[in-house]
C-alpha cells in the first residue's frame, strides 16, 4: 500500500523557516514526480513545488521562488520542502503528492500538514 506521509508543518511568525518532509513507502518511485501543493480556505490548490525522482527536473510555482528548495532523498524516500521568508500568505494545508511522469494526474496523496505563519 502507497502512503506519502507528512511531517513538518507548525506556526511560524513571519520571516520564519520550516522544514517540511513527505516519507513515501509502499512502491518504488523511480519514475515518478513528486509535488507539494498547498491550500488555504476559500483558495483554489496550487501546486507550489515538483521535483522529478531522479531530482533532474524542478519547478517552482513564481509566488515561493527564490524562498522554497525542494529536494528528495532517494535513500531515505523522503521528499522535502525547505520553506524559507515565510508570508502569513503562505499559511495553508500543504500536501505531498506523486505522479507517473508525463503524466497530469497525480496518483498518491498524502493528509496534509499545516502551516501557519503570523504576521
Known amino acids: 500500500q502507497v502512503q506519502l506521509v507528512e511531517s513538518g508543518g507548525g506556526l511560524v511568525q513571519a520571516g520564519g523557516s520550516l522544514r517540511l518532509s513527505c516519507a513515501a513507502s509502499?512502491?518504488?518511485?523511480?519514475?515518478?514526480?513528486m509535488a507539494w501543493s498547498r491550500q488555504a480556505p476559500g483558495k483554489e490548490r496550487e501546486f507550489v513545488a515538483t521535483i522529478s525522482w531522479s531530482g533532474g527536473r524542478i519547478y517552482y510555482a513564481d509566488s515561493v521562488k527564490g524562498r522554497f528548495t525542494i529536494s528528495r532523498d532517494a535513500a531515505k524516500n523522503t521528499v522535502y520542502l525547505q520553506m524559507n521568508s515565510l508570508k502569513p500568505e503562505d499559511t495553508a494545508v500543504y500536501y505531498c503528492?506523486?505522479?507517473?511522469?508525463?503524466?497530469?494526474?497525480?496518483?498518491?496523496w498524502g493528509q496534509g500538514t499545516q502551516v501557519t505563519v503570523s504576521s
Open positions: 509502499g512502491r518504488t518511485f523511480s519514475g515518478y514526480v
Open positions: 503528492a506523486a505522479r507517473t511522469l508525463g503524466e497530469l494526474q497525480y496518483d498518491y
